[in-house]
Each structure stands twice: as C-alpha cells, then as structure tokens.
C-alpha cells in the first residue's frame, strides 16, 4: 500500500480546516481559517491558503474538515500514572480533617502506593496503566510524559520506566519518561535521606541513563520531600548523564526550588503554588517552563494559587498537566485540566490551548518536533466537533474529538463525522 503511493506528494490532506497552531503571541492564540494541511511520511509538509488543484490529485485521501476547528495533539507533560493500588482510604481520611502531610508522615500517601506498586508485576501494571491512558487518548492526547517514583529501589523503579515505555506497543501514543526515584524517603532508607540520596545518584539515574529508559530526572523538593541541597545533588547527576531536568518545587512551601530548577536549565519547574518574583524571574531567565497542575491544587483543596500574573509579566511559558496519580490528582482528565486552569487560576483559554501543545512541548523538551502544526512538524492533530477554540477549555465531558491523528495516522475512536 505505501510502495505503491509512494510517489504521491501526500498521504492525507485535511481541506477546509480552521486552524488552531497551538503558538500563543501577545496577540492571542495563532489561528487561520480555511486551511489546507498536508501530511506525509508521519509529518505536516505543508500549509495552503487555499487548496491547491495541482496537489490534491495526488494525496492518497483528502478529508474534508467540513469548516472545524483542527489543532495539536494535546500533550500531557506531567503524569505519574504508572502505579498499582488505590488511596481511596486516604481520601475519607482527608476528608474527615486530616492533612495530606499528616498522612505522609503516617507513612500512608506515597508509601502506601510504593507498597503496592512493589508488589505488583510488569504486567499487572501495564493492565492498570492502559484505562489510564485510554483516557487520556479518548480526549485528543498524543503525547503523555510518565514519571516512575513509586518503586524507590533500583529494580523497581526501573521496572515502572519500561512498563511506560512499553505502552507505545499498546496504543497510539508518545510516551516521554522520567524518572523520579527522588520521590520520597524509601522505608528502608527512613531518617537516612542523603545515603538513599546516593543510591539515586550513583545506581539509579546512571541505570536508567544507560539502559535508555529516561528522558529527564526529577525530584520532589519539599519539606515531605527532599532539601534543596539534595534536590541539586540529584540534578547534578541528571546532568552529568546527559538527561533533561524537572523538578516538583513550591507546591505546599516555598523552598526556592524554582530557581534551583532554572540554575540547571531545567526542562520545567511543576506545581509552582508557592512561587514568589525571585522564582519567577529565574525561570524567565533561564527559558524554564512553569508547569501548572490545577487538579493537584483543586483535590487537596489548596489556598495558594501559582502567580499567574507574575508568570504572565515575566513572559514564563505556562504549561499545564494532570499530575494524574493516585495521590493528589487521580482526575485523567487534560479536558478538565484547561477548565480548571481557568475556572481556578484565571488563564485564559488561549493561554490553556497553548498550554497542553506548545508549552507542554517545551517542558519536554520536544518543542522541535510536537505542539505546534506548522510545516515540518510531526503530524499529531485532532479535529474538533467546536465552534470556537474557546470551547475546548470551556466545557469538558462530552466528546468534542471527530479525529485524533497521530504521527500522520488516524486513529480509531473519536465521533463520526
Ligand atoms: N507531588 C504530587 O502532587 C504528587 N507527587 C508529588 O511529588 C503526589 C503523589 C502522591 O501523593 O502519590
Ligand atoms: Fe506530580
């Protein structure tokens, strides 16, 4: 089938498409009406105007857009779903008054779920890991970011990057790992944070560098978590082996985090709460991406909201993510992000769109390839059953996805058009 078309100019046309680029400029949200996308060989070759006679002819599928709205594949830059368990216990227990630090230290949260992740099989978690996603995919994403981080040993957390990474086999998905073994003090490590400290730097990133099973490395600097100074120990390491850098920082305390994240030219700084100027100024400085996760701040019921206008002033790309995982943010919902990300931290829905493309390009580091459409880029789009880009961050629930496209194939589910 492809041999045989080989000598076309394209694939699959997409006419009569309203174009949402995913770049957000001081003017707004990049649009363009009445647009011709042509795909081929898994990337976007080109942009018309107008559909041009002499093209079309030679595409092996044109697909009439029908005037709706086409965009990015939506990316979700920052998940954990990879885990075994459930922490519905813990949140009765929130919800009868107790902190969600409190519960740490009880060695429920974090723990509870390593304990269980321990436990269960490669198989086992893929089996869990896949409704997930299905999710996700089911709302228009392409590209999902996973962090390990429940497995806090060097066979187990290595465990959780491989079943992540065998999830492209699964389904029609990017998948960009991260490991995050700095996560939590381990219960065989309790009171010995810097010796556990050394096991990440010297055993685990090494590992998981060699064996190729990481993007990026991130640590969870908090007083539940670790210190700035052993945060920095592990971005060191990252960087040593040649690995991006993220970073959980100023999510319940203001740590300074931000601007350690920014020394190393993090990829991002995620959660951002309690961000002050000087962190805000550090991350403009240094081109880092400000992942926000609404989901987190809504389900733990937090007061203190990211600096929206700060991050704003200082023109830090603002990212957003689901932060899905079974603690602070078991919502598998991006759609539901954006609405929050303007119902509770005031974003506009421009900025929410740029925020799941293009943004959350950049926090992982795959602002060349993915989250803008533009001639060159690969072809991850969806095609909207909307009026208006608005409507994306607007309602959520409903599915409002006619086509999802990933790598230059559509794939299947999404409403008939
Ligand atoms: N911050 C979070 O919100 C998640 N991890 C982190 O460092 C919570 C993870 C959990 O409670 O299981
Ligand atoms: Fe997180």
Redesign the pocket.
Known sequence: MEQAHSNAIADIIWTNVNLITGELTGQGLVTAHNQSVVVKDSKVTAILDQPLESVLPEAKQIIDGQDRWLSPGLIDCHT?LVFAGSRANEFEQRLEGVPYEVIAKQGG??LA?VNATRSASEEELLKLALPRLDALIAEGVTTVEIKSGYGLTLGDELKILRVAKQLVNHRPINISTTLLAA?AVPPEFKGKADQYIDLVCNEIIPQAAEQQLADAVDV?CEGI?FSPEQSERVMLAAQAYGLGIKA?VE?LSNLSGAALTAKYQGWSADHLEYLDEAGVKALAESNTVAVLLPG?FYFLREQQLPPIDLLRKYQVPMALAT?F?????PLASIRLMMNMGCTLFRMTPAETIAAVTSQAAKALNMAEMRGIIKEGMAADMVLWDIQHPAELAYQFGSSVVVQRVINGHITEGGIHV
């Not at 995982?325 to 943010?329: E, I, V």
């Open positions: 954990h949260g974090i779920t996560h969870f978590g959980h999510q987190a932060d995982n079974p603690g602070t943010s």
